[in-house]
Structure formats: structure tokens, C-alpha cells
């Protein structure tokens, strides 16, 4: 079955940090861009962070070193870095296979201030 999964959420203290993972069970997953995308309550869903087939990555948001996408190709797994998390960052966060109708079941990731 294709899908993909995340994990790595939680309730975390602000400038905190949190790892979240992405595992695909796709093939070719080294074809795909895979991306990251959050949505904050009564707010649409938006790109946070893209990573490419070539492994070149976009943050759409400039968060400067707050935000850090990666994949292990060998483990079909993207991972979203977040440090210095803040309150502003409380939102369900989904992986999506870019191009694709692909999207994983999102994630919650709480900040408290």
C-alpha cells in the first residue's frame, strides 16, 4: 500500500526543538521531491520546506536556521529539523510527495509559550 507516515510530533516548550519524520513507502522515492506543509487552526495549509530528487532545498518562509529538511534515501524517510520553536508554530504538519496525490496523516506539533 502506498503511504506515508509521520511521526515525531508532540507538546513541546517554546525555542524548543522537534524532529519530525516522514516514512514513504513508495518506490522510487529518490524520483520524488517530497515536501513538508503545516496548517495552523482556521488557516489554510501551506509549504513550509521542499526537497528535491537532486536534494536542493526550498524554504518558501526564509526561517533561517530554524527549519531543516533532509531524506535518507536508503530508509525512504524525510525529516523536518525545527528549532526554536514558537507558540505561532502549534499546527497539524503533513508530508506530501510533491506532484503526487500523495500526503501523509498529518502530525500535531503543540508549542506552549
Known amino acids: 500500500q502506498v503511504q506515508l507516515v509521520e511521526s515525531g510530533g508532540g507538546l513541546v516548550q517554546s525555542g524548543g526543538s522537534l524532529t519530525l519524520s516522514c516514512a514513504a513507502s513508495i518506490t522510487n522515492f529518490a524520483d520524488y521531491a517530497m515536501g513538508w506543509y503545516r496548517q495552523a487552526p482556521g488557516k489554510r495549509r501551506e509549504l513550509i520546506a521542499r526537497?528535491?530528487?537532486?536534494?536542493?532545498?526550498y524554504y518558501p518562509q526564509n526561517p533561517g536556521e530554524r527549519l531543516d529538511i533532509s531524506r535518507d534515501i536508503t530508509k525512504k524517510t524525510v525529516y523536518l529539523q525545527m528549532n526554536n520553536l514558537k507558540p505561532e508554530d502549534t499546527a497539524v504538519y503533513y508530508c506530501h510527495a510533491m506532484d503526487t496525490g500523495l500526503w501523509g496523516q498529518g502530525t500535531q506539533v503543540t508549542v506552549s509559550s
Open positions: 526537497i528535491n530528487k537532486l536534494g536542493y532545498r
